[in-house]
């Protein structure tokens, strides 16, 4: 198991930006594709973006694309999530996951490894 914690989450005016962090232990970081989803209250939680092991690819959900930059730094065992221009419609929880395979993974089933989330609120 990874281990995960997820960090950098607050209140926002519509429009700003946030980096969220997400810090993992535990099992070896190097061989996960990692992964941030998030969950506004009563929707599901939904992926918005996620890398592979070597961060030579990259996902991201359509409603994000050119607003959300996901990377990683495999030697602080750290992701990261870049977000600009944020909008009402980004306000949730979000959570870091981690797959226990080196390729991207698209949705929740294929994530082993979950953090506990944190919020994003985003005022208009």
């Known amino acids: 198991q990874v281990q995960l914690v997820e960090s950098g989450g607050g209140l926002v005016q519509a429009g700003g930006s946030l980096r969220l962090s997400c810090l993992a232990s535990g099992r070896t970081f190097r061989s996960n594709a990692m992964g941030w989803f998030r969950q506004a209250p009563g929707t599901e939680r939904t992926i918005v973006a996620a890398i592979s092991w070597t961060g030579g690819s990259t996902y991201y959900t359509d409603s994000v694309k050119g607003r959300v930059a996901i990377s990683r730094d495999n030697a602080k065992n750290t992701v990261y999530l870049q977000m600009h221009s944020l909008n009402p419609e980004d306000t949730a929880v979000y959570y870091c996951?981690?797959?226990?395979?080196?390729?991207?993974?698209?949705?929740?089933?294929?994530?082993?490894?979950w953090g506990q989330g944190t919020q994003v609120t985003v005022s208009s």
């Open positions: 996951a981690a797959r226990h395979k080196p390729v991207l993974g698209y949705t929740k089933a294929e994530y082993a490894s």
